[in-house]
């Protein structure tokens, strides 16, 4: 997996070995994040759903989420914000992941739209570029 030099990375990109699968990662995070900040940023947290649409003859449900808003390559976590903050999870040992269509060309787009942009490698590291983007924030 190749990384863009303009993106952040949050991680360690040298790991190497087993480690949990991007959903695990990201359930683990969502849960912290809707835990620590019920009435906030974990209230307005979101995962887009576009992964996998194509599966079972579905290329009719495709079409019909694309008029309706869905976009390729949109990242894994999504808070709305001034800046927004875009993170693309993939696994702690990045060997193991791949990237999606789109999803480089989205993170450079959210980043010229004035957002906070990352890969994180797992949940911890999400946790890490989330505590950063925090620290651009006014009071919650």
């Known amino acids: 997996m190749k990384f863009n030099p303009d993106i952040p990375v949050y991680g360690d990109i040298t790991f190497r070995g087993k480690c949990p699968k991007e959903e695990v990662e990201q359930a683990s995070f969502f849960s912290k994040l809707r835990r620590d900040y019920p009435a ?38 999504i808070i709305p914000g001034s800046p927004s903050f875009v993170c693309e999870m993939k696994r702690q040992d990045h060997t193991q992941s791949t990237w999606q269509e789109c999803q480089p ?30 620290g651009t924030q006014g009071a919650e």
């Open 105 to 134: 060309e989205y993170l450079l787009a959210a980043k010229n739209a004035g957002a906070f942009v990352c890969v994180a490698l797992g949940a911890v590291a999400a946790w890490e570029a989330f505590e950063a983007w925090r």
């Open 40 to 77: 906030s940023w974990g209230l307005i947290a979101l995962h887009p759903r576009n992964e996998g649409l194509k599966e079972k003859g579905q290329f009719s449900s495709v079409i019909k989420h694309a008029a309706e808003g869905m976009t390729k390559g949109a990242s894994d976590i």
